[in-house]
């Protein structure tokens, strides 16, 4: 007797008619319903979005988004994503929901140290810097190695999506905005050129972790500035539910603990206010009457009569794990030909971009940065334990926001308004950080003040509360 022991071929279980393939949350499915699954989910996020920010009524003009590309995976696949749902929009009914302004953020330095680059292996050009740079997260994220994009990278990339305009902005364009107190942070040497100010300003930072976690933040100022050149509402960044979980921890690690819920959920954010425009006591009435508006669609609050003092910053793919990301990046294709072709370890499903997603071989472990530690932690999470990565970043978004403390203080100048949001990052200071950090750590209270020089010459010391904790710890180590 003959048995016949060739095994029957799996059947997608989602659409019951082709053959299932791939692996997702448990079930065997086909790569058509492996994409499909990934771009409903980042679509109903983005559904979400635009019932909170356009509003009690319908706008009458597409809303405008800028989306923050890192050229890393994660962001791809987010721009991918929308620009077929509006290709798809545009077929259908001629009339698009929204608008794409692609935005790339060109750390046009290495912020390395030079013993730094001997040590560690950069991430290739296209590596994914979001985690929330920034950028997955920042919304592109900068970390200590990533290698300058080519300008062959950026042609390839204008090339897989030849209908939208990627803008690039340099950070080292962020070095005089106002937006920053730049009087807390390491001094600038303005003979230099903006590139080589940088790297500059970079090397008096005192350690990897610090300079990760600044270029992060000045990552963002240039989104916001981005977002007002172009007259974009919202911030859409690329960030998975691995990369929130990372971001939650690291957050932690270094002392923003007071403000994760404001990186990590979605919503509004207070946009950073102008150090010179910080000085009237009326700026008080303005942005408090200002955050009341922002669940309003900007039409509304032009038609009130007050400017907009925040940003809508969201995460589409919240629910989408970065390995998932890389198996949807390895089976679509954009006009141009299949989207792995930008990331050369996605050509194999069986090596889903290891390498980039642990940032390469380590020789020496001392100026690994403390985001880069996390990443490698959670990667292996993700792939033994991902309903715990999941968890983390829904226990984050049960966590409330609180505004910004706006409050004013008698100087010699008169009466100016208190900096109750931080200077650097731009989350509203927890009164109590300096006592539930400093003060365990036994840190004396004396370093909070800054020795300042006035006008005439004279001498006076100045509190220095105007860095919430983390980002003191960034700044001086």
């Given at each position: 007797m003959?048995?016949?022991t060739t095994a029957a071929t799996p059947v997608c279980t989602r659409c019951k008619e082709q053959e299932g393939v791939l692996d997702l949350r448990s079930d065997?499915?086909?790569?058509?319903c492996f994409a499909t699954f990934v771009a409903s989910k980042t679509i109903k996020r983005l559904e979400v979005l635009q019932r909170e920010t356009r509003g009690t009524k319908l706008t009458s003009r597409p809303q405008r988004y800028l989306l923050a590309l890192s050229r890393g995976p994660s962001s791809t696949a987010l721009l991918h994503i929308l620009d077929e749902n509006v290709r798809r929009q545009r077929e259908k009914s001629g009339r698009v929901k929204f608008e794409l302004v692609v935005v790339f953020v060109d750390i046009d330095v290495d912020v390395k140290q030079p013993e730094e680059r001997k040590t560690t292996t950069s991430q290739p050009p296209g590596s994914d810097a979001t985690s929330p740079t920034p950028t997955n997260g920042t919304a592109?994220?900068?970390?200590?190695?990533?290698?300058?994009?080519?300008?062959?990278?950026?042609?390839t990339f204008a090339a897989h999506f030849p209908e939208l305009t990627i803008h690039t902005v340099l950070l080292s364009s962020i070095l005089s905005s106002p937006a920053i107190d730049w009087s807390l942070l390491p001094s600038q040497n303005t003979s230099l050129a903006p590139s080589q100010r940088l790297a500059d300003f970079f090397a008096r930072l005192p350690s990897a972790s610090a300079r990760a976690d600044v270029s992060r933040l000045l990552i963002r100022h240039a989104l916001y500035a981005a977002a007002l050149a172009h007259e974009c509402a919202v911030i859409l960044l690329g960030y998975t539910t691995t990369a929130l979980a990372e971001l939650t921890l690291s957050e932690a690690a270094k002392g923003r603990g007071?403000?994760?819920?404001w990186f990590v959920n979605d919503g509004a954010f207070p946009l950073?206010?102008?150090?010179d425009l910080d000085q009237a006591v009326s700026s008080i009435a303005d942005v408090s009457r200002g955050l009341a508006y922002t669940g309003l669609a900007d039409d509304e609050i032009a038609s009130a009569g007050h400017p907009p003092t925040s940003i809508h910053i969201y995460s589409p793919l919240r629910?989408?794990?970065?390995?998932?990301v890389l198996t949807y990046l390895s089976i679509v294709s954009s006009p141009s030909g299949p989207l792995a072709a930008l990331f050369p370890s996605l050509s194999t499903p069986q090596n889903q971009g290891a390498d980039e997603r642990?940032?390469?071989?380590?020789v020496s472990h001392r100026d690994l940065s403390l985001d880069d530690v996390v990443t490698r932690f959670f990667t292996d999470a993700e792939a033994s334990y991902p309903s715990v990565v999941a968890n983390v970043v829904r226990t984050t978004g049960k966590l409330n926001r609180l505004t910004p403390v706006l409050t004013t203080?008698?100087?010699?100048?008169g009466a100016q308004v208190a900096g109750r949001q931080c200077r650097l990052c731009g989350v509203g200071l927890d009164p109590l950080g300096d006592e539930r950090w400093k003060g365990e750590i036994g840190e004396v209270d004396v370093i909070a003040s800054n020795i300042v020089s006035d006008a005439d010459g004279s001498v006076r010391a100045e509190r220095r509360g105007r860095l919430c904790y983390g980002c003191e710890r960034s700044v001086r180590g």
């Open positions: 003959v048995t016949n065997l499915v086909c790569r058509t592109t994220r900068a970390c200590a190695g990533t290698a300058r994009p080519s300008s062959e990278s950026a042609d007071f403000g994760i819920p950073p206010r102008a150090v629910e989408i794990f970065r390995k998932e642990s940032g390469g071989a380590v203080q008698q100087t010699d100048a």
